[in-house]
């Protein structure tokens, strides 16, 4: 599984440039006018728009000469059904707008040219990512056949990769927190005589384990009753920045995970008494009783060059989130 991380970061590189291929097609687009990211529903990253752009159909007058009965077959085919006549009314309208706006003084052609370029760019990446997933997904299937890294929340093929890569067999470790400890997600500790208080991250472990960890830890709160309940309580309680509650959340995640692998037991969602619970009661639980006020999240996830700027980049503590840690996924 070494290759996992090479893997991941080679993920990583085709996404940012498949995001930049993406951007300029839509700074090309806004030269046509502003109906056409309306017609596509603003998401220029969809297949369907890249296949109709990649098609050379940025050109508002191959668009008209198409006619809308062709149009409406193009669409339902990329987009398997889903795009249909509304969205070629809108499509045909924002080509007549662009007519309006630039009369002759721009060759349309041209500029359909430029961006068919981008988007068969896109297109092309989005098969690269695709490959390698499928890759990784074999990998890790073939190390974890019983699926225990990929059966905790928030972690997928490519991080279950990265965790399998990165940590290797957790039973090295000679214990949790020596866990927590290779990864970075452990608090440094400022001392001098016999006073000392405890900072950010070591961040001297894995950067790539830790990076996958924070992503995955994003996810897990929304799924885990358990975890969704601490991110509340450090969010609303506690007064903490949201960087700050999820790297706690990505040190206990991954406490779990290696828990759980040791065990050889799948990662079981649990109410916070317990209570073993299935996804969908799950998912109702941390509705009605751990959602984060949105006007506060989006207070406590802005950038800040205060000191509490430094406070989001603080390291999770090394304590279990309830009680019933001698469950594997309480760890």
């Not at 198409?66 to 987009?79: K, Q």
């Not at 073939?142 to 905790?152: F, K, L, M, N």
């Not at 309940?229 to 790297?247: D, F, P, Q, W």
Request: net charge positive.
């Amino acid at each position: 599984m070494t290759r996992s991380g090479g893997r991941r970061s080679c993920i990583r590189t085709l996404v940012k440039r498949r995001t930049a291929s993406i951007a300029r097609v839509d700074a090309l687009l806004e030269i046509l006018g502003p109906d056409w990211h309306a017609a596509f529903g603003g998401d220029l990253s969809n297949n369907t728009p890249l296949q109709f752009l990649a098609s050379g159909y940025g050109d508002p007058i191959a668009v008209r000469r198409m006619g809308r009965a062709r149009l409406i077959r193009f669409l339902g085919r990329h987009s398997r059904g889903a795009w249909g006549g509304p969205t070629a009314d809108l499509i045909l309208a924002a080509a007549t707008s662009s007519r309006e706006i630039w009369g002759d003084d721009l060759e349309f052609a041209d500029l359909a040219e430029d961006i068919a370029v981008e988007a068969r760019l896109a297109l092309r990446i989005t098969e690269e990512i695709k490959d390698v997933d499928d890759r990784i997904d074999a990998l890790v299937r073939e190390r974890d056949p019983r699926g225990i890294i990929t059966s905790a929340p928030g972690v997928g093929p490519v991080t279950g990769a990265v965790v399998l890569g990165r940590l290797g067999d957790p039973g090295r470790f000679r214990s949790l927190a020596a866990v927590r400890s290779f990864s970075g997600l452990v608090p440094s500790l400022d001392s001098s005589g016999v006073s000392g208080h405890h900072g950010g991250p070591t961040k001297h472990g894995d950067a790539l384990l830790r990076e996958a960890l924070f992503i995955s830890a994003d996810q897990a709160r929304r799924q885990d009753p358990t975890l969704a309940a601490k991110y509340h309580r450090l969010m609303v309680e506690s007064g903490k920045h949201h960087n700050t509650a999820i790297c706690h959340i990505a040190a206990t995640l991954l406490t779990r995970i290696a828990a759980c692998w040791n065990a050889a037991t799948p990662y079981e969602l649990r109410d916070v008494d317990g209570t073993p619970v299935t996804p969908e009661e799950a998912r109702m639980i941390i509705t009605t009783r751990y959602t984060v006020p949105e006007s506060l999240r989006r207070s406590r996830t802005t950038t800040r060059t205060s000191r509490r700027s430094k406070e989001s980049q603080s390291a999770p503590s090394t304590g279990p989130s309830h009680p019933h840690a001698n469950h594997p996924t309480a760890a």
